[in-house]
């Protein structure tokens, strides 16, 4: 069994910054590609960023520029650094990944999600 659980939501005002961590647990062997997602309300749960484990990144539109993800391997941990909030971003931020473990393949595994509130 793993899970991801996510951590460093709250309220911000506009203009803020905030840090979200996502630490996968379990029996881990190999975690490639980890991904932030968000939805907010009366929408659809949409791409926020990936990273591989080298390191390659993808954006949104949205957030480039103001978002950045990085991970820590040996840790098994993503992180979703955020700059210059917008109301607009205030969502549930969610954190997703394939994980592979001692025994199994454990595909699209979800965190329980983590509220990003920001203030205009």
């Known amino acids: 069994q793993v899970q991801l659980v996510e951590s460093g939501g709250g309220l911000v005002q506009a203009g803020g910054s905030l840090r979200l961590s996502c630490a996968a647990s379990?029996?881990?062997?190999?975690?490639?590609?980890m991904g932030w997602y968000r939805q907010a309300p009366g929408k659809e749960r949409e791409l926020v960023a990936t990273?591989?484990?080298?390191?390659?990144?993808n954006y949104a539109d949205s957030v480039k520029g103001r978002f950045a993800i990085s991970r820590d391997n040996a840790k098994n941990t993503v992180y979703l650094q955020m700059s210059s909030l917008k109301p607009e971003d205030t969502a549930v931020y969610y954190c997703?990944?394939?994980?592979?473990?001692?025994?199994?393949?454990?595909?699209?595994?979800w965190g329980q999600g983590t509220l990003v509130t920001v203030s205009s």
């Open positions: 997703n990944s394939d994980i592979s473990s001692i025994s199994w393949v454990y595909l699209d595994v």
């Open positions: 379990g029996h881990i062997l190999k975690i490639n590609v």
């Open positions: 990273i591989t484990s080298d390191g390659s990144t």
